[in-house]
């Protein structure tokens, strides 16, 4: 009976959760596809809200750079981040924590202080912000999330396969690419994975290190402030979806890297 009794407590809490956290989202969703602009009324389904996006130079452009920062910056963090993984877990113990703990600080550190720090270095460097800062800042906030993806990776290698390649005449650099990539690859495409769906939905940072080119959050936001029209919840469902898929993925390559 006591058992019983919790399960449902269980259930009832789990419930009440998931409805807090993914009932306005629902509520979103549904009203992309109202007719109406009002929120009080729904009036009929309809795909125009969508097919309004497909001509808004606006948000067109700001679709530009979002996926161009974001493909940029996670090549970039993302060979980055391997190369800085490999030496870190080359190196001797006490210098790899060190690094280990230095490399968590972007992670941990609030949006507001990594944007804000970041633009008055542009400033104080005579950088203009742009849509380049933008992307030195992406750079800056991805790089830890591959390197944390790829360094459990290269703790379960087993250190005597580079060394046997070395022994057997292979130099060190064609042992990189022909022993230890292969080895942490699944790793590199998560972490390359993560980093992406980092980029795409960066708001606070970028906001902070650009100045005419706006991402699509910024945009979001921008709209949100004059007023949130359908085509707004157009656009934040393609991009919840589109992230969605991208959290999925890298959960299911998460799952068969372990087994």
Same mark, same amino acid.
């Given at each position: 009976?006591?058992?019983?009794?919790?399960?449902?407590?269980?259930?009832?809490?789990?419930?009440?959760?998931?409805?807090?956290?993914?009932?306005?989202?629902?509520?979103?969703?549904?009203?992309? /596809?109202?007719?109406?602009?009002?929120?009080?009324?729904?009036? %009929?389904?309809? /795909?125009?809200?969508?097919?309004?996006?497909?001509?808004?130079?606006?948000?067109?452009?700001?679709?530009?750079?979002?996926?161009?920062?974001?493909?940029?910056?996670?090549?970039?963090?993302?060979?980055?981040?391997?190369?800085?993984?490999?030496?870190?877990?080359?190196?001797?113990? %006490?210098?790899?924590?060190?690094?280990?703990?230095?490399?968590?600080?972007?992670?941990?550190?609030?949006?507001?202080?990594? %944007?804000?720090?970041?633009?008055?270095?542009?400033?104080?460097?005579?950088?203009?912000?742009?849509?380049?800062?933008?992307?030195?800042?992406?750079?800056?906030?991805?790089?830890?999330?591959?390197? /944390?993806? +790829?360094?459990?990776?290269?703790?379960?290698?087993?250190?005597?396969?580079?060394?046997?390649?070395?022994?057997?005449?292979?130099?060190?650099?064609?042992?990189?690419?022909?022993?230890?990539?292969?080895?942490?690859?699944?790793?590199?495409?998560?972490?390359?994975?993560?980093?992406?769906?980092?980029?795409?939905?960066?708001?606070?940072?970028?906001?902070?290190?650009?100045?005419?080119?706006?991402n699509l959050s910024m945009i979001v936001y921008s709209a949100a402030k004059l007023g949130v029209e359908p085509t707004m919840y157009a656009?934040?469902?393609?991009?919840?979806?589109?992230?969605?898929?991208?959290?999925?993925? +890298?959960?299911?390559?998460?799952?068969?890297?372990?087994?």
């Amino acid at each position: 009976m006591v058992r019983r009794k919790r399960r449902t407590l269980r259930s009832v809490y789990l419930a009440l959760l998931l409805m807090f956290l993914y009932l306005p989202i629902l509520v979103m969703i549904c009203l992309s /596809f109202n007719q109406s602009v009002s929120r009080a009324e729904w009036t %009929g389904f309809t /795909f125009d809200w969508y097919k309004k996006l497909a001509s808004d130079a606006r948000i067109l452009s700001a679709l530009k750079v979002t996926l161009s920062v974001a493909a940029m910056a996670t090549v970039l963090s993302t060979v980055i981040g391997t190369l800085a993984a490999i030496g870190m877990h080359s190196m001797k113990k %006490g210098w790899s924590n060190l690094l280990t703990n230095v490399a968590y600080l972007p992670m941990t550190t609030p949006d507001i202080v990594t %944007g804000v720090s970041l633009m008055l270095m542009f400033v104080f460097l005579q950088w203009p912000l742009s849509k380049w800062t933008m992307l030195c800042a992406h750079v800056a906030f991805d790089t830890p999330y591959v390197l /944390f993806s +790829i360094l459990p990776r290269l703790r379960q290698m087993n250190p005597n396969l580079y060394e046997a390649a070395l022994d057997l005449g292979c130099r060190p650099t064609p042992a990189l690419f022909k022993v230890i990539l292969p080895e942490i690859l699944p790793g590199v495409v998560t972490g390359a994975l993560l980093a992406f769906t980092m980029s795409l939905d960066d708001f606070v940072i970028s906001y902070f290190t650009s100045n005419t080119d706006q991402n699509l959050s910024m945009i979001v936001y921008s709209a949100a402030k004059l007023g949130v029209e359908p085509t707004m919840y157009a656009l934040s469902t393609i991009m919840f979806l589109v992230i969605l898929a991208l959290l999925l993925v +890298i959960n299911r390559r998460s799952k068969l890297e372990e087994i």
